[in-house]
């Protein structure tokens, strides 16, 4: 039995441990174009903002442990084709240019996604940079020691937390973000919040410029000195960082022959089952279900690849295991700020054809006499026909994603505000009020789906 | 209609403020015994810690607030009895020692809880507390400023919380438990990580005695200066906090043929009505239902307070609303230790008739290259029959409770542990590990009850 995976950040990874330990006789082999394997990426912004000194923190699983486990880790090898109807590959040893063929018994395709480059003139400059891979993190951290002012691109996740890491290292920065709001993954009304509240604290220290595209770098050899707005405006930087989002590597899925989802991932069944005998995809590249509306969505996160790389490896090797579903669960934090999301906002859950009604609550997270008492703002939303919960998102102090995470937990069981206002959560001055935001917000959700 | 509400701490004051505001023509009077009404008495421990310096802090709504929106506050006001034939109140009025009767159309009782004492000889000085009302606490924070040392009798909530307030306070602290382990509320084997933890980070800062009795008091007119316990030791104290429990005070609705649940508290309906009618019961006085068990539970804690407060002035005013029940979900912190809970303990399942099965794991709160990671034990059980989940405990980290009022949640909706597993809950390095520990100890509970 051969086992061969692609990629190997955190599903690649993941499959090929389970995989040896599930069989340990099997071969497995990994196969990355990347220097590095089992790596946390989501650690990248962490490290930049000085939390560790030594990128090889991020490391969770060096190439020499994989080997030391029997697994063999080839690094700088791209795989450039897939050949199902021979079990095949063809492989470029990136290290010295030469292609060779290897077959498989079973393949996991773990290719993950690549950032997103808008179109912007004049980009190929040598201090602009995307956030991914171990060597971005080293080259932006090294960069960053003679930075005063930085351009950021997109204002979503990783947007949000180099802008933390740039802000904490006393660079000034000035966050570009296409849309109207921070953070599109939220509803509007709680997507406003988040500008609102950073530029509360931290004034002075950074800009947002929100509805400009960015259109054109300017520089000399030494690199991009202004970045250019859609409105002609124009910002210092020293270095530009693009995170205007990712797109899923399915190149190499294409070209075998496996189908895509809608989303334009790679389409999976629950078993992580391309279209494909015997070729399995995880992590990035590949598509998932959303549990609440049972469509296909594309949620390109940490916790998902390990899990599904946890499960396309059981099932590669003869076990039975199924992926579930995502609930579209999310949190990032910028500069103190929590803003976590679960199941469907208005919007989406608008185009899924649920006819909505929302609360919102602004509640302090604990009793307001304990001297770090903060705000967080909370928004449910349910179905108006069912009174079904179908999302919520949160703003605001730290814990507040744990409060989301109570409510992923009602969406999952698909809990009535009804069922839900019921709850019994746990008290204490340091940890909530009396009657927590989620019962508040429960209460007046209810409210307003009784007068419906 | 005349709506007379008996005790105001939390229920009782939730109740008159929402009997108003529902019948805002309505005569509504609260009697008390106590000189405060609607205070935070949960957050005494951290008035007495330092968190604030002013005891009003703790007042939620002073007796002028509710005279002015029309409610009737008598103040060290004591009903003496109840006779319901007539609808009548026996009340003496402490500051005259005059007795008078009243009349009601509806009564909510919320008498509240009282601290047990337990038997120690010579226990009549006064550097002798409990800690329950206003005046304890001003008490309590006056006789610290001079103390050097301090014991406590009762290693549950209350006791932890002033050890807290006792430690920052620089008061060398013994805390006697008669029982084995601190929180009996708790799995033996989560007790035990408690005494461990906090010795850990607090040496030489207090010491903590288990399985003795106190037995005995030493002292002269200035106070007590020794405690004596079961095995002959004895502690020096400069003031001594008893907080070995409490009762729920039930005497008035004995004496006016209210019956008790078998908890010893006042048997009440979903509606918050007792055995009879027109006399309403909510807060530490009365017995809740325990959802899984559906068996009667007395958890006289603030939170359930609010809940019932609220449901029984609506059901008294002519509406309708039921108090669901209680997952027993509870929280504490001491020195920056969370101990939480919620359903059955393993003690209980057992008693309850469940062969539970349980998983245990000790995690980091959030990915281990984050400066604070800081470790959560975490006890998942569950009913080996069913495989649904019965309850969980954790001990470690900050916002360890937010971890359990996420499995709070999958306990209300009857999840089992396969259906839990697939929870989807958010990831990010600062919050969480890539798989959280809800998740592993699920996946282990999983694996336990496929085995069997």
């Known amino acids: 039995m051969k086992i061969v995976i692609i990629g190997a950040v955190a599903a690649g990874s993941k499959a090929a441990a389970k995989a040896k330990r599930m069989l340990p006789d099997a071969e497995v082999h990994i196969y990355t174009d990347d220097t590095h394997v089992s790596y946390s990426a989501c650690g990248i912004p962490y490290y930049i903002e000085g939390n560790f000194d030594d990128y090889r923190t991020l490391l969770v699983r060096s190439p020499e442990?994989?080997?030391?486990?029997?697994?063999?880790?080839?690094?700088?090898?791209?795989?450039?084709?897939?050949?199902p109807a021979s079990k095949q590959l063809l492989i470029n040893n990136l290290n010295e240019n030469i292609s060779f063929l290897d077959n498989y018994d079973k393949l996991i395709i773990a290719t993950g996604a690549s950032p997103i480059i808008p179109p912007i003139r004049n980009n190929c400059f040598k201090n602009v940079f995307t956030v991914r891979k171990i060597e971005d993190a080293i080259n932006i951290?090294?960069?960053?020691?003679?930075?005063?002012?930085?351009?950021?691109?997109?204002?979503?996740?990783?947007?949000l937390e180099m802008l933390e890491a740039f802000v904490r290292n006393n660079v000034y920065t000035t966050l570009i973000e296409r849309g109207n709001y921070l953070m599109p993954a939220l509803d509007e009304d709680m997507s406003e919040l988040i500008a609102e509240e950073l530029c509360k604290i931290h004034e002075n220290k950074f800009e947002i410029i929100t509805g400009q595209a960015v259109t054109e770098f300017c520089g000399d050899e030494e690199g991009v000195s202004t970045v250019e707005v859609g409105s002609g405006e124009s910002y210092e930087a020293d270095l530009v960082i693009i995170c205007a989002g990712v797109k899923p590597n399915v190149e190499l899925a294409v070209d075998a022959g496996i189908k895509l989802g809608v989303t334009g991932a790679i389409r999976v069944n629950n078993r992580m089952e391309s279209s494909v005998?015997?070729?399995?995809?995880?992590?990035?590249?590949?598509?998932?279900?959303?549990?609440?509306?049972?469509?296909?969505?594309?949620?390109?996160?940490?916790?998902?690849?390990?899990?599904?790389?946890?499960?396309?490896?059981?099932?590669?090797?003869?076990?039975?295991?199924?992926?579930?579903g995502?609930?579209?669960?999310?949190?990032?934090?910028?500069?103190?700020?929590?803003?976590?999301l679960t199941g469907l906002t208005e919007k989406e859950a608008a185009k899924a054809g649920f006819d909505t009604v929302s609360a919102k609550v602004t509640k302090n997270d604990k009793v307001g006499y304990m001297p770090d008492a903060n705000n967080i703002t909370l928004k449910l939303i349910a179905d108006k026909k069912s009174g079904r919960l179908l999302g919520g998102q949160a703003v605001g102090a730290k814990d507040s994603d744990k409060r989301i995470n109570?409510?992923?937990?009602a969406l999952l069981a698909g809990l009535t505000v009804e069922e839900f206002r019921r709850n019994d959560i746990t008290y204490a001055p340091p940890f909530s009020t009396s009657i927590d935001m989620l019962i508040n917000a429960s209460d007046i959700l209810s409210a307003k789906l009784n007068q419906k």
Chains 1, 2 share one sequence.
Request: glycine share 10%; hydrophobic share 35%.
């Open 406 to 409: 109570t409510l992923a937990t």
């Open 141 to 159: 951290k090294q960069k960053l020691q003679d930075a005063r002012r930085a351009v950021i691109i997109g204002g979503g996740y990783i947007g």
């Open 65 to 83: 442990e994989f080997e030391h486990s029997g697994i063999r880790v080839h690094l700088r090898h791209k795989v450039t084709k897939i050949m």
């Open 326 to 340: 995502v609930l579209s669960s999310a949190v990032t934090q910028c500069l103190g700020l929590t803003i976590s």
């Open 277 to 324: 005998p015997d070729i399995y995809a995880c992590g990035d590249c590949c598509e998932e279900t959303q549990i609440i509306t049972k469509a296909p969505v594309w949620m390109p996160l940490g916790s998902n690849a390990n899990k599904e790389g946890r499960c396309a490896a059981i099932n590669c090797c003869g076990g039975f295991e199924e992926f579930y």
